[in-house]
């Protein structure tokens, strides 16, 4: 027989409450996945159903669908709930095409790029 210690007490309680419902999973890479909580463990590992990853760019966004989805707790950094009778985003977003999106992403990636670069090339300059 094995006890469990009283993080793993207050997780599994905590995360009980909110078994088939609609949740949003913020990753440590930064990707946001929503879906309906099915099952999870002790160490904050989750199984959604119906997942999807929602990806922002400006003001453009797309849901990619994954399905059922397995997520390692070691990644979770934030778990919470979403509530079905709102609107999960703003009515000045467009929703757009996966393709539309990833070349958005594409572009939005070369500019931080090109940016980082500029910068690199003047720290020569001594604006202090």
Not at 11 to 18: D, E, P, R
Not at 101 to 114: S, V
Request: hydrophobic content about 40%; aromatic content about 6%; glycine content about 8%.
């Amino acid at each position: 027989m094995s006890w469990a210690g009283p993080d793993e007490i207050l997780l599994s309680t905590s995360l009980a409450g909110f078994l088939d419902k609609k949740l949003i999973v913020l990753l440590r890479d930064g990707r946001k996945l929503l879906g309906t909580l099915c099952s999870f463990d002790q160490f904050a590992n989750v199984v959604l159903q119906g997942a999807c990853e929602r990806v922002i760019v400006g003001e453009l966004y797309c849901d990619v669908p994954l399905g059922l989805y397995v997520i390692r707790g070691e990644n979770v950094v934030l778990i919470g709930e979403l509530d079905r009778e709102k609107d999960e985003l703003p009515s000045h977003m467009t929703c757009v095409s996966e393709a539309e999106i990833r070349t958005a992403e594409k572009a939005e990636k070369e500019a931080r790029d090109l940016k980082g670069t500029m910068r690199k090339r003047m720290e020569f300059l001594d604006f202090d």
